[in-house]
């Protein structure tokens, strides 16, 4: 189920912006939000995060980010 314009059908910009929105506003909506708006804030950040990767598989990865990364410091 799709909440919105389908993730496939968003220009890379608008992916990114609606992504950032709703990264922005996830701590209000688990602290704040009914049941259903978690669960449809939780499906559409998965859709957006899904297409996201699709589009970019070879992705920059932070070697800091990483478990090694992270057990040097």
């Not at 910009?13 to 009914?34: I, K, V, W």
């Not at 998965?46 to 090694?68: A, M, T």
């Amino acid at each position: 189920m799709t909440m919105g314009i389908d993730p496939k059908e968003l220009i890379e910009d608008d992916l990114l912006r609606e992504l950032r929105h709703l990264h922005a506003t996830r701590t209000d909506t688990l602290l704040h939000g009914s049941g259903d708006a978690l669960a449809n804030h939780t499906a559409r950040t998965e859709e957006l995060e899904q297409e996201y990767l699709r589009r970019h598989p070879e992705r920059d990865v932070d070697p800091e980010r990483l478990r090694d990364g992270a057990r040097r410091r």
